[in-house]
């Protein structure tokens, strides 16, 4: 059956079905358009969604899986169906993009304006190089799914909003290099997007040592994300990557820090890391909206550069899907 024989018979069904067309779950139909376009079997054997709490990040990683698979088999002639289609790639909270390696925009379902400029200075409000993060996430074999966190704003919209994109680099039968993207706004905080964050700056910190404490403390780099910032401290507890403010002004004794409980999670993890090279705890903390206990999850993980051992973490909300 041709792609566009597919196509009509994908917009008779959901006509059939007004029910379904009313359905505002985040970018189910572009994923069900792509299905009908490549196939379904054994399309994600070699896609890992594991990792992942949340429907709507692995809706979004096959989503734009499936558009990088199309484009890298049809090269041209996909890029051209997206522009004839550029309707399907879009909803209300996420739409897909391609750029070349320069960071020229070739097609962009959301803000069709930005096509054919060169975004490669383009930096988001709170300082982030959204390029070059980008460009960086993509070769990053920590970051299997390139994701990159920075602000951006809705179409249609005035102000910005948090996002997260995942991305896929594919090379077209023609030669050329592109990069698929497509991201949530308003994310869910994944596990996974902190542990990229604490392995990449554990592996800096192993290569430069405390030369890399400036760099990782830098919110404006990749370890650090909306409310996720990386620390570092000594097996002792001295910090050396303050979580709060500089250590000369605030002597946080790391090791007798406790939940709202009571547990000791840094002295249980510390433990841990002397058999292990990273550790997840769990623990009590107030939500500053409504004073309500939550349930934080912290990654540690170890460094050790020139024989002295660095652990280096971060924190966020528990994953909790509905």
Not at 208 to 225: L, M, Q, R, W
């Amino acid at each position: 059956m041709k792609t566009s024989d597919k196509i009509i018979r994908h917009h008779r069904l959901f006509r059939n079905f007004p029910r379904l067309q009313k359905l505002q779950i985040t970018i189910f139909i572009p994923v069900i358009l792509l299905l009908v376009i490549t196939g379904c079997s054994g399309k994600y054997e070699e896609l890992d969604l594991s990792m992942y709490h949340y429907r709507d990040t692995k809706n979004l990683v096959k989503f734009v899986y499936d558009a990088a698979q199309f484009l890298e088999k049809e090269g041209g002639a996909g890029l051209e169906y997206f522009h004839n289609n550029r309707r399907h790639f879009r909803t209300k909270d996420t739409y897909l993009y391609v750029y070349d390696m320069d960071f020229n925009c070739v097609f962009h379902s959301g803000m069709e304006n930005l096509e054919n400029l060169n975004l490669l200075s383009i930096i988001d409000k709170n300082g982030k190089k959204v390029s070059k993060l980008t460009l960086r996430a993509l070769e990053d074999e920590t970051n299997p799914h390139s994701w990159v966190h920075y602000t951006w704003w809705e179409p249609g919209k005035f102000f910005p909003v948090p996002k997260s994109s995942c991305h896929f680099k594919v090379t077209t039968p023609e030669g050329k290099e592109y990069f698929v993207g497509g991201g949530i706004n308003y994310p869910q905080e994944e596990q996974e997007f902190m542990r990229i964050n604490v392995d990449n700056a554990a592996e800096l910190i192993e290569e430069k040592g405390h030369n890399a404490f400036v760099e990782i403390s830098d919110p404006t780099s990749d370890y650090n994300h909306r409310e996720v910032s990386i620390f570092a401290f000594r097996p002792d507890g001295k910090i050396l990557i303050s979580p709060v403010l500089e250590d000369s002004l605030a002597k946080i004794e790391l090791l007798e820090c406790s939940d709202e409980v009571g547990n000791k999670p840094f002295v249980k993890a510390v433990k841990e890391l002397q058999e292990n090279n990273s550790v997840w705890e769990v623990f009590l903390a107030k939500n500053r909206f409504r004073r309500e206990l939550v349930k934080k999850c912290m990654y540690l993980r170890k460094a050790v550069h020139n024989h002295e051992i660095i652990y280096v973490g971060a924190v966020t909300d528990l994953p909790n899907p509905p």
